[in-house]
């Protein structure tokens, strides 16, 4: 046998090299990357991590369980672990746990409840009278039940600072004038009612008497974190969600030598049932900050959202052993297709595991974390088997918001109804897929836990990003990630949106625009100020839609002045010329979840981001000034997704993408960089909301500064974040475009584009695209045409001509490398089209589809014995067979459409 073995480094990922980046990479056969890893390893990356452990307090938790009778789960035990390690974390300056008394979560029995998750045997709960319990949920006092925090007293806290809170999920969120926690004697002592009935606001006490009206009406609904923190002897601080709502003035007193109560009206010291429910609780020992507060409320939510839903088999960037052998395939990517790939191969009876990309913490990309709620598609009927479910479920779980007894709150009821039902009549021809994404989320994670109808038993192994592959006789036998471990399969399936895996592995692959060719491949290449493709202008746009010019000078039309910042060069006509290939890409950007509903919303910053300049946003700040009538939807393509809650999109000519050129270098940068990169464009978008809600430049409207005022961060989404980010923002960026593999054959704008009835170029379908061909600007130019003016470069928009339907097939050749690479990997974000057909295809509802036949491919090629997906090309009717033949469809499921028409 001819055999070669291929160690193959990441070139342009860990070296640095951007060689690889422009045009294709002609990989040799015999082409070796050896000189770049080291064993495996990266020789000189810094990222390489310690050995995993679960932290000694997560180990006292199962301990002390253990003691109690119940054995605690490792999906729980990686859950509560998570949570534990953040509190000892972060803040990095001033973490919550040191400050921590007493925490407590309901657990799946009244037992664990008890116990203190800070110190297990220390200040448990004690139980009087009647209690119930929610399994995972809430615990609820009824009859005259209540507990006692055992031997904490008030007096045992300092007088002058202390906190305490609770996270409730009450049903309905019914008001009522108990203690949710606290206790006094009638003068002096520490208690905390979440919302007063009689006043609609929260009601307190935290050494002087106690207060019924704290904050105003919009502020409380008697539901999540709630919390009060005394720092001084003055006042003390109420606190919602993480954010401070009131100062509230009240000095401090000797406290009473009671015990704390959980679930008491004790207003008079004495104590009796409440029939509130709870999730969390918990005291400390000082006061905490607002930034302690965010975290802790974060965490809470985390472990509410996750323990009473789906929970994830979790294995840290770290865990022990280094070499994992035990999977017949490895999906790379946690994102939504990576999901659907890892189910569906599950489902044809193969094991699998998924391994996050570089920087995945949580599944389901970007409909999940990255805050895409708005999805496009111009036929939502297209959108067949497993996608079709996680839409379907997706708004199943919206009607009930998760909520044990199907009440959602009093803010979402009417919307939630109607979220409930609209999945009935979503793909009848609508457009408008839109669902909030921590409800996509958790659809996600119900497919990797058994104990869902619809799961099955599918390990994700966090990791630091893919640095090298094993190539063997032209297939991958493993591949290293940055914390060191090896991960050895049979068929592998790169479902991230950088294509890190595909890259190590030596894939022949591609960056940026090729040269515009023919038909709707015209629209390639460099664009200059063409409009020919795309309804979106090229400048500026005022209120009415007319286009703005933009002086692009410091000294407006003064050329030796300089360009204002963002505009990278002057364009003259010819030079690049039109339709000429390069190697950039559209931007990137931060796709914000924001609510206007005041009780959950966590307000930006008042004080700017580090390296806020407002000189940064002259392009728009000039914008304003040529026209002070625009308004926030002027800027912003703002869609609802919930009562209160809205996706922001990018819109005119500055808005949520950062237009640079860093987001090309993030395409085939080193993961270190990538991370400087992903810092500039926080800093962008924070600093752009900084702009519009604080800074004092004159030019912004007042329409636009009220109105920006009125949105915040939403309190319910991405409150597990990546290690270190921060809380209620999103975890994952958007990439819209990076690399792409080439082929044997390449998709194109005209196989998209082809009209209805005509037999495309393949017939082999494995999934179906329904959208526009779309590009988001890659650079802002100066130009001259007699008059000065900002330009975008790079926006394509374009209708395909393929007629009433609005569909186009994607071919199975779309996700395969080229002869001589891999023939044991799929590639599908990043697959084997152009820059024009990929602007269509990026779309998720098709990655997803295309995630369920990747999974499907892979489970035949395992049975074949070859582990060849390649040669599934040359038999696609058993391939299709399979496809269409999937047992056992999940609720909502339907049988995939594979069109083999146009």
């Keep these: 046998m001819n055999r070669r073995e291929l160690l193959v480094g990441v070139a342009a990922v860990l070296a640095g090299e951007r060689g690889r980046a422009f045009g294709i990479n002609q990989r040799e056969p015999s082409e070796d990357h050896s000189d770049s890893v080291e064993n495996g390893k990266s020789g000189s990356d810094p990222a390489v991590l310690p050995d995993f452990a679960f932290e000694l307090e997560t180990e006292a938790l199962a301990d002390a369980w253990a003691a109690a009778g119940i054995t605690m789960t490792r999906r729980r035990k990686c859950t509560f672990n998570r949570g534990i390690k953040r509190l000892k974390s972060f803040p990095l300056s001033d973490p919550v746990w040191p400050c921590l008394a007493h925490l407590g979560k309901a657990g799946p029995t009244l037992g664990t409840s008890k116990i203190n998750i800070k110190s297990p045997g220390t200040f448990d709960l004690t139980q009087v009278g009647d209690v119930t319990l929610v399994a995972n949920t809430t615990v609820a006092a009824s009859g005259g039940g209540y507990f006692r925090i055992t031997g904490l007293t008030c007096s045992s806290l300092p007088p002058t600072s202390h906190a305490v809170g609770v996270f409730s999920s009450s049903p309905g969120a019914v008001a009522d004038t108990s203690s949710e926690i606290g206790a006094n004697n009638s003068t002096t002592g520490i208690t905390l009612g979440i919302w007063n009935s009689a006043a609609n606001r929260m009601a307190a006490q935290s050494g002087d008497a106690l207060v019924p009206t704290i904050g105003g009406t919009t502020d409380w609904d008697g539901q999540y974190f709630n919390a009060v923190s005394r720092g001084n002897s003055a006042n003390f601080q109420a606190y919602r969600n993480g954010r401070l709502v009131a100062n509230v003035a009240s000095l401090s007193a000797a406290l009473p030598t009671q015990e704390m109560y959980l679930l008491a009206a004790n207003n008079n010291g004495t104590p009796s049932g409440s029939t509130r429910a709870l999730s969390s609780w918990f005291v400390a020992r000082r006061n905490l900050t607002a930034a302690q507060m965010q975290e802790l409320s974060a965490v809470l939510a985390m472990w509410h959202q996750v323990m009473s839903t789906a929970e994830l088999d979790t294995y840290e960037a770290g865990y022990q052993p280094q070499s994992v052998t035990a999977y017949d395939a490895i999906v790379y990517g946690a994102t939504a ?122 390990p994700v192994y966090w990791s630091t990003g893919a640095v090298s592959a094993t190539v063997a006789d032209g297939q991958i036998t493993g591949f290293t990630t940055r914390d060191g471990r090896t991960f050895s399969g049979k068929v592998f399936i790169d479902c991230s949106y950088e294509m890190d895996l595909a890259y190590v592995s030596g894939c022949t692959m591609t960056v940026g625009r090729e040269k515009a060719g023919a038909g709707a491949e015209a629209a390639n290449g460099f664009r200059g100020v063409q409009t020919t493709y795309g309804t979106r202008p090229n400048q500026a746009a005022d209120h009415s839609g007319a286009a703005v010019n933009i002086d692009p000078w410091n000294t407006p039309g003064d050329p030796a002045s300089g360009l204002i910042a963002g505009v990278q060069g002057v364009f003259t006509n010819g ?116 702009l519009l809600q604080y800074d004092t430049d004159r030019r912004i409207p007042a329409a636009i500064r009220a109105s920006a005022l009125t949105y915040g961060l939403s309190a319910k989404h991405y409150v597990s974040p990546n290690w270190g980010d921060q809380p209620y923002f999103n975890s994952q960026i958007y990439v819209r475009s990076g690399r792409r593999i080439v082929g044997d054959d390449m998709l194109t704008a005209e196989d998209l584009n082809a009209k209805d ?71 599908l974000f990043g697959g084997s089209a152009t820059n024009v057909a990929i602007s269509e295809i990026r779309m998720e509802p098709p990655f997803w589809q295309m995630g369920q036949s990747a999974g499907v491919a892979a489970a035949l090629a395992i049975e074949n014995g070859d582990n060849s997906v390649k040669n599934l090309a040359a038999n696609y009717p058993a391939l299709r067979a399979r496809l269409l033949g999937v047992k056992s469809l999940l609720p909502g499921e339907t049988t995939l459409s594979l069109p083999t028409v146009n």
């Excluded at 297709?337 to 996050?356: K, N, Q, T």
């Excluded at 988001?776 to 975008?792: L, N, Q, S």
């Design 757 to 827: 009835g005509t037999r495309p170029r393949s017939t082999k379908t494995i999934a179906v695209a329904a959208y526009d061909m779309d590009s988001h600007a890659i650079e802002y130019r100066a130009y001259f045409d007699g008059t000065w003016k900002v330009v975008i470069e790079g926006n394509i928009y374009v209708t395909p001509t393929s007629g009433a339907d609005k569909k186009a097939p994607i071919p199975y050749e779309y996700m395969l490398p080229k002869t001589g690479d891999p023939s044991n990997l799929l590639c």
């Design 575 to 690: 030079t690049p010329a039109n339709g000429s290939a390069d190697g950039k890409v559209q931007s990137m950007a931060y796709r914000l979840t924001l609510t206007t509903t005041p009780a959950y919303m966590i307000p930006f910053p008042s004080t700017p981001p580090a390296g806020y300049a407002k000189s940064k946003y002259e392009i728009l700040l000039r914008l304003f000034a040529a026209d002070p009538t625009l308004v926030l939807t002027d800027i912003f393509n703002i869609q609802p997704l919930a009562a209160g809650v809205f996706d922001f999109n990018t819109k005119n000519i500055m808005s949520s993408d950062f237009v640079d050129p860093t987001s090309t270098e993030y395409a085939t940068a080193s993961y270190a960089r990538r991370e400087e990169i992903i810092a500039l464009h926080k800093s962008y978008i924070f600093g752009l909301w900084y």
């Design 337 to 458: 297709a990576g999901v659907v790939a890892a189910r569906s191969l599950a489902r044809e009876g193969h094991s699998v595991c998924i391994v996050g990309g570089w920087r995945d913490y949580n599944v389901s990309g970007m409909p999940g974390v990255g805050g895409l709620g708005w999805t496009d598609s111009t036929a939502p009927s297209a959108i067949t088997g497993l996608a079709r479910y996680l839409i379907d479920r997706t708004h199943a779980l919206a009607g009930d918001l998760g909520w044990t007894d199907g009440t959602a709150p009093t803010e979402f009821s009417a919307v939630a109804r109607y979220l409930g039902k609209r999945a009935k009549t979503l793909l009848k021809g609508r457009s408008d897929i839109y669902f909030e994404p921590r409800h996509f989320e958790q659809a996600n994670r119900e497919l990797l836990d058994p104990s869902f109808a619809g799961g099955a038993d599918i």
